[in-house]
């Protein structure tokens, strides 16, 4: 496991958003903790966790702010150190003043995510955990949140260390089977039964994975079609905003715009496209290469025609690449011509006018239909990130690669190697062995203050 090198000086942040507000919070962590605010406040925190008032001075003796502020003691608090919180009046410069003072008192700007990091490193919370926090705050729906919250409470953790506890009673007897197998011999029909038990729960887990993560980030829905056809309008319409130009001028939208909508509480993450056809623009040529990449990731994707020109050969061009994936054919622009021709084999079909928003709800009536299968049965599995699958992917491999060696009649000392593996993976997911790297890729997400 590397080794953790953070230092372990005292860090101070703002934890409120920027702007003005009633309130504004300043958060320090640290073994100086007290020592600094009861500098600025000329009062001494004589009982932990009680919220006390007074005057918060800069180093000339001026009064900055009329503020509460409170104490948290090491191990309880949310960094497992020495806290404090400043409660003041809110707006930009009086916080940064306060900010600004506990720095010069001696704490130090926190980084990203460094409160939450220090919880993790301090053992007040797993990885799981400090993924949920982080969902908590960017959660854009209220399932989003609700997984997050389990998650924080520990139903994904739980879950993961009972698995943790049966790989390790499994490799206890086939140590024991290795080591006294003359005096004491376990079946190997039980062993495989144990290891069984363990893969059917993961792939049950896995199979509801994505479905978590599409709850937890959202669905895509990528708009792609031809130039002009109404792509940018259609997407400010959704939108119930200006986010793209609108022009008539073909291969206006060279890369991808993006924006978020909830419709019927299903979150989508909407892409608005290039508009595909043969050119030989270079700069168009890869917009055209993105918005293909993008409709080929998209869990949705609205393939949008026009009624004033008909099929064409472009649209039959784009229809070639989408034709596998989970689309929905929509003919814009039906308040100026008729030339539609049904390409669905479900009928599915959708007439529309972007300018003028008729047949919209038709429209958000089937990409809720579209998108419900994604997210359904998404709270079985408490599965919130695409590292959370790629490590239980890792140990299902591994268990499966078991119960293949324990069927063939390995010996059972590779049968361990397996088995171990499996626990190496879970501990990644956990925490319980990790790097500087890993760390530094999850709390940078994270605000400064958090």
């Known amino acids: 496991m590397a080794v953790e090198t953070a230092q372990r000086d005292t860090i101070v942040a703002i934890a409120t958003p920027p702007g003005t507000g009633a309130i504004g919070i300043v958060r320090m962590s640290g073994e100086r903790s007290w020592e600094i605010i009861q500098k600025c406040v000329r009062k001494s925190i004589y009982n932990e966790r009680r919220i006390l008032y007074g005057n918060f001075y800069d180093s000339d003796g001026n009064v900055v702010d009329e503020v509460l502020f409170v104490g948290f003691k090491a191990p309880k608090s949310y960094t497992g150190e020495d806290m404090v919180e400043v409660y003041c009046h809110g707006g930009v410069i009086v916080t940064q003043k306060i900010l600004d003072e506990l720095i010069?008192?001696?704490?130090?700007?926190?980084?990203?995510?460094?409160?939450?990091?220090?919880?993790?490193?301090?053992?007040?919370?797993?990885?799981?955990?400090?993924?949920?926090?982080?969902?908590?705050?960017?959660?854009?729906?209220?399932?989003?949140?609700?997984?997050?919250?389990?998650?924080?409470?520990?139903?994904?953790?739980?879950?993961i260390n009972r698995v943790r506890n049966s790989l390790i009673n499994i490799l206890s007897k086939i140590e024991v089977s290795i080591d006294y197998g003359d005096d004491i011999e376990i079946p190997r029909d039980e062993i495989m039964k144990d290891i069984a038990d363990v893969e059917h729960f993961l792939s049950d887990k896995l199979a509801h994975a994505d479905k978590g993560i599409h709850i937890s980030t959202g669905v895509t829905l990528a708009i792609i079609g031809k130039p002009n056809v109404g792509k940018s309008t259609l997407l400010n319409r959704l939108l119930l905003e200006d986010r793209a130009i609108v022009t008539d001028i073909p291969g206006t939208t060279r890369d991808i715009i993006k924006g978020e909508i909830k419709i019927q509480g299903i979150h989508f993450v909407i892409s608005d496209t290039a508009g595909i056809r043969h050119t030989d623009d270079f700069v168009e040529k890869i917009g055209i290469e993105r918005a293909i990449k993008e409709a080929s990731q998209a869990d949705v994707v609205i393939f949008l025609l026009d009624a004033t020109t008909g099929f064409t050969k472009d649209d039959q061009y784009i229809l070639d690449i989408i034709k596998d994936s989970n689309f929905i054919p929509v003919w814009n622009k039906i308040d100026s011509g008729?030339?539609?021709?049904?390409?669905?084999?479900?009928?599915?079909?959708?007439?529309?006018?972007?300018?003028?928003?008729?047949?919209?709800?038709?429209?958000?009536?089937?990409?809720?239909?579209?998108?419900?299968?994604?997210?359904?049965?998404?709270?079985?599995?408490?599965?919130?990130?695409?590292?959370?699958?790629?490590?239980?992917?890792?140990?299902?491999?591994?268990?499966?690669?078991?119960?293949?060696?324990?069927?063939?009649?390995?010996?059972?000392?590779?049968?361990?190697?397996?088995?171990?593996?499996?626990?190496?993976?879970?501990?990644?997911?956990?925490?319980?062995?990790?790097?500087?790297?890993?760390?530094?890729?999850?709390?940078?997400?994270?605000?400064?203050?958090?």
């Open 338 to 450: 008729n030339k539609v021709i049904k390409i669905s084999k479900n009928n599915e079909d959708i007439l529309l006018s972007a300018s003028s928003g008729v047949g919209l709800r038709e429209l958000e009536a089937k990409l809720v239909e579209k998108a419900q299968p994604l997210v359904a049965d998404g709270q079985l599995s408490h599965i919130t990130s695409k590292r959370q699958i790629e490590h239980l992917k890792l140990v299902n491999e591994n268990v499966v690669k078991a119960m293949r060696a324990l069927s063939e009649n390995y010996p059972l000392d590779i049968i361990s190697i397996d088995i171990r593996n499996a626990l190496s993976e879970l501990d990644k997911l956990l925490g319980r062995n990790f790097t500087d790297d890993l760390l530094e890729n999850i709390f940078s997400n994270f605000c400064v203050g958090k």
């Open 104 to 159: 010069r008192q001696g704490a130090r700007l926190a980084k990203n995510g460094e409160f939450t990091r220090r919880a993790f490193l301090n053992g007040k919370i797993d990885l799981i955990k400090a993924e949920s926090i982080l969902q908590i705050i960017e959660a854009k729906s209220e399932e989003s949140l609700r997984l997050a919250i389990d998650n924080l409470k520990g139903k994904l953790s739980e879950e």
